[in-house]
Structures are given as structure tokens and as C-alpha cells.
């Protein structure tokens, strides 16, 4: 692996979800032969930091529902870097995201257009319906892009949510690339496929839920975590 090669990807925390990331963090490691950073985004320690000081929002459906606009910031790297929600599950190595990518592009995401399926989703937190749902939740950020230097903590603490999830701060749209949709697979929304996807996202809840044991890839979850676990106790024997 070269220099050119190594990854950066941030995970959205989420106190109520510590097992979800855990496991996508995990999952993240195995396939990628631990050649990527992973790093949590904890809004508290952000807070702490002074990089985060928005109000609490209390109808947030997750920690990480705007911090996550800080990973550039936090990357301090050129090139390319990955934001993810801790509800995911990588069955591929992530840097394959990387191949193919257009210098000139100032963010790539699965350019998703649908409806949700469920008006509740993970701990009976309300769905909520938008332009652009779902782009936001795996991003690859192209760090040396003015539209990406400009995303700063100032902008990030001031800006509207709607502004932040629709990239309406990229300038414009030619600048959004398009990935495969099995780079963003949202389990529950789409039919499933013949083809494994290289990311399953458990956007309406996963196995770690008692609601939702019996989603599509419940297995695949169930295994990783297993794997996870398996590995803590023995570090910790």
C-alpha cells in the first residue's frame, strides 16, 4: 500500500447506538486489512474542543446529524477523505471507493431519490422526508476543492440543516459526483439484490434494536459483531 493509498474514514457516534459503531468500525478494519484510519465524530468531545456549538437539538434523529459537515475540517489532509453514519456494514474494502474518482468533483455520494418506506425508524425517532435524504450519510470529500475548504466550523455552526444535507455548498451540481448504489445501500428501501453490496446501510434500524431483528443482511450484522466481540474478549483475557 502507498502513501496515496491510505484513507481516513469518520463514523457518526451515537450514545445510544455505541454497538453500531463498534461493529462498522470493525467491519471498516477487516476488509481493508486495518490500512484506514477510523475515527468516531463525538459531538461532546467537539463541544469540548470548541468546533461545535450549535443548540442541542433535541429532534435530531442522531448525534451526528451535522457534525459530520466537519470531517474535511478534522481530516486537515489533501485529497480524499470518507464520512459514514455508524449504521453501516462494509463487506468490501472502502479505499475501492477511491477508484476512478474525478479530481474536479467536490464531493461523491449515492445520488438517492425515493421515498421512505417506514414513518418510524431505529428507537422511534420520526422519518422525516427531504430533497437529497440519504446523500449526507456517505460522503467522500475531495479536501483540496474550494467548495470543501470552504465548509469550516463557522459555516458548519451557522448554516440551516437543509442547506448542509442538500450540498447546497457546493456551487454547483456538476461538482456532486455519482457512486454505485451498492456503496449506500439502504436496507428496507430497495429490493435486495442478486449482488452483495460492498456497504449495507440499516438506515431504518438494524439487528442491535429489538424492533428490528429481521431486516434484509440481519445475518451478515449478526456475524460481524460476533467477530467484534470475539476479538474484544480476547483482548481483554
Known sequence: MTEKDFLK??????SRED???????????????HEVAVVPLRQKVLRELGLYQRPLDKMASTEFSLTRFLTPYLAATSGWVVFCDCDFLFTADVRG?????????????????????????????????????NWSSFMVFNCDHPDVKALTPDVVNSATPAFLHRFDWVSHDD????????????????????KQPRVI???NGGPWFAEWQSVDY????????DLYQAGDAQRAA
Open 9 to 14: 474514514v469518520f463514523v457518526g457516534y451515537d
Open 19 to 33: 454497538i453500531a459503531w463498534q461493529v462498522c468500525r470493525h467491519s471498516l478494519l477487516r476488509h481493508s486489512g
Open 97 to 133: 471507493v477511491l477508484e476512478g474518482l474525478d479530481s474536479s468533483k467536490a464531493v461523491y455520494c449515492v445520488q438517492h431519490d425515493y421515498t421512505p418506506s417506514f414513518d418510524i425508524k431505529m428507537d422511534n425517532r420520526k422519518q422525516t422526508t427531504y430533497p437529497r435524504k
Open 175 to 194: 461538482a456532486i459526483g455519482a457512486l454505485d448504489l451498492d456503496w449506500n445501500f439502504l436496507e428496507g428501501e430497495y429490493p435486495k439484490p442478486e
Open 201 to 203: 446501510h440499516y438506515t
Open 218 to 225: 440481519a445475518d451478515l450484522w449478526r456475524a460481524e459483531c
